[in-house]
């Protein structure tokens, strides 16, 4: 897989329609690089910032996810986020078993957060 460290964002499109985010970078060396989440079902993005640099794009055990986000998930419930549910043993186990990952988008500085998709691709171009 192709290396994301230390690239800048030069873009990202949220696509709700097509369920897909796309960050153009660029790399230090000038190439660009396409990072792709397929299949999203939410996701949250911080500090958006002209310049931004990636740290690191990581997958996470679900677990971790519904850990962190407990009172996230809890307190957007009532609003069917990121789904319609009842109770949260309901969420994991769809999530699980339609095999969504947990990526989470560290930054050295600016644009951070995380991504609930089911794929994720890194390609040059």
């Not at 499109?13 to 790399?27: A, C, D, E, P």
């Not at 794009?57 to 850990?67: A, P, R, S, T």
Request: charged letters at 30%.
């Amino acid at each position: 897989m192709l290396s994301v460290h230390d690239n800048k964002i030069i873009s990202y499109n949220v696509n709700l329609k097509n369920k897909v985010i796309k960050l153009q970078t660029q790399s230090e060396e000038g190439k660009l690089i396409n990072i792709v989440f397929s299949d999203v079902l939410t996701h949250v993005f911080e500090d958006q910032l002209y310049g931004s640099i990636i740290l690191d794009i990581e997958k996470q055990d679900l677990e971790q996810f519904f850990y962190k986000y407990k009172d996230l998930l809890e307190d957007k419930k009532a609003y069917c986020w990121p789904i319609d549910y009842n109770e949260s043993t309901e969420l994991e186990r769809k999530l699980i078993e339609e095999k969504y990952a947990y990526y989470i988008i560290f930054a050295s500085y600016g644009l951070n957060g995380w991504v609930l998709a089911k794929k994720l691709d890194i390609s040059e171009g």
